[in-house]
């Protein structure tokens, strides 16, 4: 198998709502399950990116948001063996119990650092007992179980100073020939990447709670699919967006741990797909484009930062992704990603939100409008801007904006958030 494809591979995961109330769930399911006695109380520490972006986000199948419900749930019901999937078949009875929970005070939650690097600790308390569970760098990497004071596991994970992320050992060029060769077989496992995120989208056009998604819908002809493939494209996307940060009950496939990067990288291409009879074999390479792109810029940017990640890397790759499906050279795959940097690099990350859904829209028309220039060979030249003089540097630009550009605009973020 090419490293590429098994780098995709393992990083398309399925994910319950936004993935970090599901990581914090997970965190306290796990050390819940290491208590032999009732657990009674939450102390969670938590990094400006994951305070940021759960702060209120939408929990699924509850009528609650945000980081104190998600402890308060992973004590209550979550199970650590679905991992990003934990928060599944919350009850009425359940957010009672929540409820209950918050309070009496029993979930307490501090910021650790200001930070794009994933981190979580989460420590679960009974009378007699306490267990602690450490994640680093991804939303399910657990690196260190402390119970009772002792260390039951202990992981030393790498600094990525140390190491050359995988993907930075490819040029763009090298992933776009890869890309090309890849077959139909190799990359049918994309499919379920459309599978499960066009059944989240459906899931919200049968709620009453999307009401973003209503509107583009009827902005849109009242249809899914209608002859502007633009509208199409934004209805999709932003409808499985919406649904996702207010917390209905169908997961989405998640790429570099987000349910909005793993959305925003496909269901744009997919809608251009349907309506300009793309085969199979085609949607799955400019797809897999998407992702490795996408995969480039947050390698630099870290999971977590003060920019948008899923407007800009996963909108990038997904920019690269529509030039590629209407057959677009190497020399148009450098255009779009050079119009992309030169337009919404930058655009905040304020937490998964019901705004999602505003970057959203505006991610897909500005990625068909640069799509639409690269195809007619007109992009900003490397010497404006941000662009680096190599297609390389243009991407490490774009996500060394975040990090370590908008670090103190992630201080103000979170200090924003703290006085509401």
């Given at each position: 198998?090419?490293?590429?494809?098994?780098?995709?591979?393992?990083?398309?995961?399925?994910?319950?709502?936004?993935?970090?109330?599901?990581?914090?769930?997970?965190?306290?399911?796990?050390?819940?399950?290491?208590?032999?006695?009732?657990?009674?109380?939450?102390?969670?520490?938590?990094?400006?990116?994951?305070?940021?972006?759960?702060?209120?986000?939408?929990?699924?199948?509850?009528?609650?948001?945000?980081?104190?419900?998600?402890?308060?749930?992973?004590?209550?019901?979550?199970?650590?063996?679905?991992?990003?999937?934990?928060?599944?078949?919350?009850?009425?009875?359940?957010?009672?119990?929540?409820?209950?929970?918050?309070?009496?005070?029993?979930?307490?939650?501090?910021?650790?650092?200001?930070?794009?690097?994933?981190?979580?600790?989460?420590?679960?308390?009974?009378?007699?007992?306490?267990?602690?569970?450490?994640?680093?760098?991804?939303?399910?990497?657990?690196?260190?179980?402390?119970?009772?004071?002792?260390?039951?596991?202990?992981?030393?994970?790498?600094?990525?100073?140390?190491?050359?992320?995988?993907?930075?050992?490819?040029?763009?060029?090298?992933?776009?020939?890869?890309?090309?060769?890849?077959?139909?077989?190799?990359?049918?496992?994309?499919?379920?990447?459309?599978?499960?995120?066009?059944?989240?989208?459906?899931?919200?056009?049968?709620?009453?709670?999307?009401?973003?998604?209503?509107?583009?819908?009827?902005?849109?002809?009242?249809?899914?699919?209608?002859?502007?493939?633009?509208?199409?494209?934004?209805?999709?996307?932003?409808?499985?967006?919406?649904?996702?940060?207010?917390?209905?009950?169908?997961?989405?496939?998640?790429?570099?741990?987000?349910?909005?990067?793993?959305?925003?990288?496909?269901?744009?291409?997919?809608?251009?797909?349907?309506?300009?009879?793309?085969?199979?074999?085609?949607?799955?390479?400019?797809?897999?484009?998407?992702?490795?792109?996408?995969?480039?810029?947050?390698?630099?940017?870290?999971?977590?930062?003060?920019?948008?990640?899923?407007?800009?890397?996963?909108?990038?790759?997904?920019?690269?992704?529509?030039?590629?499906?209407?057959?677009?050279?190497?020399?148009?795959?450098?255009?779009?990603?050079?119009?992309?940097?030169s337009s919404i690099t930058g655009m905040i990350c304020d937490g998964g939100n019901h705004g999602c859904v505003m970057k959203g829209m505006a991610a897909v028309d500005?990625?068909?409008?640069?799509?639409?220039?690269?195809?007619?060979?007109?992009?900003?030249?490397?010497?404006?801007?941000?662009?680096?003089?190599?297609?390389?540097?243009?991407?490490?630009?774009?996500?060394?904006?975040?990090?370590?550009?908008?670090?103190?605009?992630?201080?103000?973020?979170?200090?924003?958030?703290?006085?509401?």
């Amino acid at each position: 198998m090419h490293p590429l494809i098994e780098l995709i591979k393992k990083d398309m995961v399925p994910a319950l709502g936004v993935t970090e109330p599901g990581c914090i769930a997970f965190a306290v399911a796990k050390a819940k399950s290491y208590l032999t006695s009732k657990p009674e109380r939450v102390v969670l520490s938590l990094n400006s990116g994951l305070y940021k972006n759960a702060y209120t986000c939408g929990i699924p199948n509850s009528s609650h948001y945000g980081i104190k419900y998600a402890a308060a749930f992973g004590l209550i019901m979550a199970d650590s063996q679905k991992g990003l999937q934990a928060l599944e078949g919350i009850t009425p009875d359940d957010d009672r119990k929540a409820e209950q929970l918050i309070q009496k005070g029993r979930i307490i939650v501090k910021l650790s650092c200001i930070s794009s690097a994933l981190y979580c600790q989460a420590t679960v308390y009974s009378k007699h007992e306490e267990c602690t569970v450490t994640i680093e760098q991804s939303h399910t990497n657990i690196t260190s179980i402390r119970l009772n004071g002792q260390f039951i596991f202990h992981n030393v994970i790498q600094n990525r100073q140390d190491t050359t992320p995988l993907i930075h050992q490819y040029s763009v060029k090298d992933i776009w020939e890869a890309v090309r060769s890849f077959s139909e077989e190799e990359l049918s496992f994309i499919q379920k990447a459309f599978d499960m995120n066009m059944s989240l989208f459906k899931e919200g056009l049968q709620s009453q709670k999307t009401v973003i998604l209503h509107q583009l819908y009827r902005m849109n002809g009242n249809t899914i699919f209608s002859k502007d493939v633009q509208k199409s494209a934004s209805l999709l996307c932003n409808g499985a967006i919406e649904a996702r940060v207010l917390g209905l009950e169908a997961p989405a496939m998640s790429i570099t741990g987000s349910g909005a990067h793993g959305i925003i990288a496909t269901l744009p291409l997919y809608a251009y797909s349907v309506l300009n009879h793309c085969t199979n074999k085609q949607l799955y390479q400019a797809t897999a484009l998407s992702y490795l792109i996408c995969m480039y810029i947050k390698e630099y940017s870290g999971k977590l930062s003060a920019f948008c990640g899923y407007g800009i890397a996963a909108g990038t790759g997904m920019a690269c992704g529509l030039v590629y499906l209407q057959q677009g050279n190497k020399e148009q795959i450098d255009h779009v990603i050079r119009n992309m940097a030169s337009s919404i690099t930058g655009m905040i990350c304020d937490g998964g939100n019901h705004g999602c859904v505003m970057k959203g829209m505006a991610a897909v028309d500005i990625a068909f409008e640069s799509a639409q220039l690269a195809m007619a060979d007109v992009s900003i030249e490397s010497v404006h801007g941000i662009n680096g003089m190599s297609i390389e540097d243009t991407l490490k630009n774009m996500g060394e904006i975040a990090d370590p550009g908008m670090r103190e605009t992630e201080k103000v973020i979170v200090d924003i958030l703290k006085k509401k």
